[in-house]
Structure formats: structure tokens, C-alpha cells
């Protein structure tokens, strides 16, 4: 894979790209212009995406429009108390004309997999995930099968407070680049939604922009994009400030990391840059850590969120002058 920086024509063709997709989406997520910008970051930073929220405020729709635009294979699971390991990854059976064994594969198997209500499955079930979501493999009766690229899972799940749902596993909560929230849309958003699905599903008048293929080749152009030494010492000192921050008992691990740099990326190249900003790292640094780090006692009992100790995290973390320069041609290298 090539190293060097991104040509103007692959940042055209890459600003172009997550254009055509935004303006798919928001044919059906109206009036939430920064979720959809992050949703498109995540994808081309080959992401896993989480939706938390209450039920109705149009989870499942995003993670559907998405899949839509998106010319690819996709799968689908209901999550459910009673849904097993098995039924995400496949199976073998046994043939008895052949006196052997066939594998089907599950769900998992595709571009993109839309889980929905993730957390009304059983944890044992949750993490039949996670080899998939790291490591892009399912590994079935001791063979390991190769996953599809792109591969993204959007998973959907309601407040852990809600009847019926258990909490994902920390361990499947750091695969997931990003948790995103959509909250309720503004009276005059909720009127045209209410006009626009009054006689019609909007998500049936979605067309496809793009495929698998040229979205692979924009993830591979967004990993190149220029990150400096003093961004990326920025984005190390969010994460450590989680780790010694005494309002968390469990900080941001290295993996946090890699992926705030990776979605920072996909932000500049989403906003036309072929360069990350400070701007960028912070816009998706709630998104990025919030949901990896576990509050302390003391913050739980006083109503201190991760999200407000990070946001907290992120107003007195120092940035370097030269972070937020413009980098000169000459002098820029792929890190």
C-alpha cells in the first residue's frame, strides 16, 4: 500500500465521496448535520459505529440509510435474549449425501453488519463480536474465515438503564471507534420528518453512491492523510489525562488512541483537508473515549458523566502552536 501523501485528485475524489453520502443520509436524518458528518468519518476511517439512545429518535434508520448508500453486501441481526454465538457467525452442517461438513456463514459475513438493540443480547453473545470486529476474521470449529472489506459494524442500543438490556463488555466497547447519540430533532426537523414520511418510507427512495471497493480505496487514501508529531502528542496526552484523571477509576486504552488519530483523519478529510487539526481531534473526542472509560464511584454518586469529565479533559489539555499550523508541501511526511 503507497505512503505517500494524498494527491489533489484523491482528495477531491475523497471530499466528492463523503459529499454524495452525507446528502444521501440527510434525505432521511433531518436536521443533524454534525451526526451524519461524524457517521461518514467513522466509515471512512473504517470504523465500528455505536448508536445510543432512547427507542424511536431513528437509530436503526441511520444505520440502515448508511448501509444504503453504501453499494454492498449487508447483513442484519435482531438482537435478542435468546440469540446465539452461532446465529452471528454461521455454522458448519452436516451433510449426510456427502458425509461432511458445509459451513454457512452468518451475518457477519458482509460489508456492513447493522446490529440492532445490541445490548438486549446476552454478554456471551455480544462478544462472539469481538474477534470480527478487531481482527476481521470469525473463527468457526477452529478455522478462522476471512471477513469481507470494507468491514463495519453499526450496532444500535438503548440506555443501559432500560428493561431488558445488559451492558456491553469494556473489552466490546473499545472495539467500537465511536459511539454517537441522535437525540430528538427540533420542532420544525420533527414537521418535516412528520411531511416526508407522511405517505412514504424515505429510506425506499435511497439510491447506492458509491461501493465497496471505491469506499476501500478512500479508507486506504484517508490513512495516509498528514497528521503531525504535535497532533499526535496531543492526542497522547487526551488519553493519558484519562488515565490519571481522578473523576475515572478506568482510562483510554493505546487502542483509543490509534482510532481518535484514525476518526481525526477521516474528520479533515470529510472537512477537505489533507492535513488533521487540533479542530478535529476534538470535535471526535467525546465520540472516541466516552464510552471506554468507566466513571468513579464518586463521579457516578455526584452525576458526573464520562462525557463531561472528558469534555472537561479536553478544555485544559494544552495544544501546541505548531498543532494548529497550516504544514508546508516540503516538509510533510505520512506518520
Partial sequence: MSTAAPSAE???????????????????????????????????????????????VGKTTLAKALATTVSCTVGRVQFTPDLLPSDLTGVNIFRSQTHEFEFRPGPVFANIVIGDEINRASPKTQSALLECMQEGFATIDGVSYPLPRPFLVVATQNPVEMEGTYPLPEAQRDRFMARLTVGYPSPADELEMLERQEVADPLAALTAVTDAAHVQRMIAVVRRLYASPAVKRYVIALVGATREDPGLRLGASPRAAIQLLRAAKALAAVNGRDYVLPDDVQSLASPVLAHRVLPSTESRLSGRTAQEIIENIVERTVVEASASSHPQPASRAVG
Fill in 10 to 56: 484523491e482528495l477531491t475524489e475523497l471530499v466528492e465521496l463523503s459529499d454524495r453520502i452525507r446528502a444521501e443520509i440527510e434525505k432521511v436524518i433531518t436536521g443533524r448535520p454534525e451526526l451524519v458528518r461524524f457517521t461518514v468519518a467513522v466509515l471512512l476511517a473504517e470504523g465500528h459505529l455505536l448508536v445510543e439512545d432512547v427507542p424511536g
